[in-house]
């Protein structure tokens, strides 16, 4: 299926999550486990890594992305993170110059609280 893109976590991984699990989901997949989850008494809290489009779009083209693949992405994001707010716990800025392990402590902190 041309220009179609399927992404899927499966039931078993999120049930035999263990405490500092990390699954990376579109709102509508975390709208699609929530009840999973919720029925099996699993903590979990939702957090936006977010990220300017001209953020995204910088650093897609720093690595060599293929501009139509860029504008894609962004399109699709517009739309897949589009009235997701109902669902998110915390938002973490992703636009500095913040290290993925500065990234990571954040996470883990809003996770451990």
């Known amino acids: 299926m041309d220009g179609t893109w399927w992404y899927g976590t499966p039931k078993v991984d999120l049930i035999g ?3 500092k699990s990390v699954i990376i989901l579109t709102p509508d997949g ?10 099996n008494g699993i ?6 890594l977010g990220s300017k489009a001209s ?3 910088r650093r897609m083209i720093l ?3 293929d501009m139509n693949e860029i504008i894609r992405r962004i399109r699709a ?3 897949d ?8 716990d915390y938002i ?4 500095s110059s913040t290290t993925i392990s500065e990234l990571a402590d954040e996470v883990e902190n809003k996770y451990y609280g």
């Open 17 to 19: 999550a263990y405490d």
């Open 30 to 39: 975390v709208r699609s486990v929530k009840p999973l989850l919720d029925n």
């Open 43 to 48: 903590r979990y809290i939702v957090i936006l």
């Open 55 to 57: 953020v995204i779009k």
């Open 63 to 65: 690595r060599g992305d």
């Open 77 to 79: 994001d517009d739309e």
């Open 81 to 88: 993170f589009e009235d997701c707010e109902d669902i998110i």
């Open 92 to 95: 973490i800025s992703n636009d």
